[in-house]
């Protein structure tokens, strides 16, 4: 089997995907942007070639690398990246050599849109918030006056939380207008709630292999405007209301093949016309790891190699990984640079010694919601969880 892996190198940890293909027998060939010599040492092992062009935004450069490959080691049966940036390229390169497996063009316009994932949830049995495409001032004033100020706003077709935010009256909703970015919007009416993902791997018949759950701050936007600190965590127990609605829309979205990043609010209060407090809504969906350490955290708090199971699935179409181990909270909590700190960094490891399993500076192009600087642990209690998230983030 050949499989082409488009930038192996970012995240840093996706040399982990190449590794787990290559220990199953795959020839594993990279594409990427960053010269050879600076690849990890892991993930050169991994890799039968490495195919080098100056840009991967540049789709003719990516094609030619394509063409060498397949022309030097026969058809290639994969091409992945995993990542949400390239969903659209991995597509067009899967049509442009005729690979069956993964996404086409289709379902990536399913899932990129965030107006177009609505009836998908809707098909799923979800609820979903009352929204609408962005024209001019008088028709987001016309929105805001039908379901009630806040409302939020973000690119239909963005990625994380880029260029979103909260409109709490019309002074805001004018500002936004004058200043907005020149590409699609979408308004939704605001829900109060907490973010939960529903998180895995699915195989060709859009079966769930593997699941597990994250915990969410309610505003990534809020945190990447504000500069504000990022904790996350990977639960220990998935509620089966999230494993349920998780299931069904995996199914409506027809999700095969990959890894998925399901998002969904809990409602803090009640919502007419939408849901009950405590009951799930739609977010929005993400064909690909969730991201940053994530991936890292499924392992910790499962007990398993997430990377080896997708791998197994990449093969032989499900999993040989036991599933059934014991089950912690995999905490992140992420420091920023410039802060008045009450614990030294000295004092954090001091203090949870063994239970810390990454402490790490953030690349600057995940820093903007991440941190400068992170901790993640391993603990068995929620109680353990909260003061870890204390401890690491308490200010003068």
């Known amino acids: ?63 030619r690398a394509m063409a060498f490959l397949t022309f030097k080691h026969g058809r290639i049966d994969w091409v992945e990246s995993n990542n949400e940036y390239w969903l659209s390229q991995d597509a067009r390169l899967r049509t442009d050599f005729n690979i069956a497996t993964g996404m086409n063009l289709e379902d990536v316009a399913h899932v990129r849109r965030k107006s177009a994932m609505k009836s998908f949830y809707e098909a799923a049995g979800v609820p979903v918030a009352r929204y609408h495409i962005i024209t001019d001032l008088e028709a987001g004033k016309a929105f805001a006056k039908e379901v009630g100020y806040p409302v939020f706003v973000k690119p239909d077709g963005g990625m994380g939380a880029s260029g979103s935010y909260k409109l709490s009256n019309d002074e805001d909703m004018e500002r936004f207008y004058a200043a907005k970015e020149d590409v699609p919007y979408l308004m939704e009416e605001f829900l109060s709630g907490d973010i939960w993902s529903y998180d895995g791997v699915s195989d060709s018949e859009a079966n769930v292999i593997f699941e597990t759950c994250t915990s969410w701050p309610p505003s ?25 609605a998780g299931r069904a829309t995996v199914k409506s979205f027809n999700v095969r093949s990959r890894f998925f990043h399901l998002e969904f609010f809990r409602l803090r209060e009640d919502k007419p016309g939408v849901a009950k407090k405590g009951q799930l809504v739609a ?40 599933l059934n181990k014991e089950k912690f ?10 802060k008045p700190y009450v614990h030294t960094p000295v004092e954090v490891r001091a203090k949870f010694g063994d239970k ?23 603990l068995k209690t929620a109680e353990e969880k909260d003061e870890f998230i204390r401890f690491v983030q308490e200010t003068m």
């Open 1 to 63: 089997m050949n499989f082409v892996f488009i930038s192996p190198q970012f995240p840093q940890s996706y040399w982990n995907f190449c590794d787990r293909l290559k220990a199953r027998g795959v020839n594993v060939l990279g594409i990427g942007d960053t010269p050879y010599d600076e690849l990890s040492k892991e993930l050169r092992h991994s890799l039968t070639e490495y195919y080098k062009v100056n840009s991967l935004e540049n789709y003719d450069e990516v094609y």
């Open 220 to 244: 990534i936007a809020d945190i990447v405007n504000n500069k504000d600190h990022l904790a996350y965590y990977t639960a220990s127990e998935l509620p089966e209301d999230l494993r349920e």
């Open 283 to 322: 977010l929005e969906v993400n064909m690909r790891p969730a991201g940053g350490w994530t991936p890292d955290m499924f392992n910790y708090a499962n007990s398993v190699d997430v990377y080896s199971i997708w791998a197994d699935m990449v093969v032989h179409d499900k999993t040989f990984v036991d």
């Open 329 to 338: 909270f995999a905490v992140y909590a992420g420091r920023r640079n410039g």
């Open 356 to 378: 810390i399993r990454m402490d790490l500076d953030i690349p600057p192009a995940i820093s903007g919601a991440m941190g400068d600087h992170q901790w993640t642990a391993v």
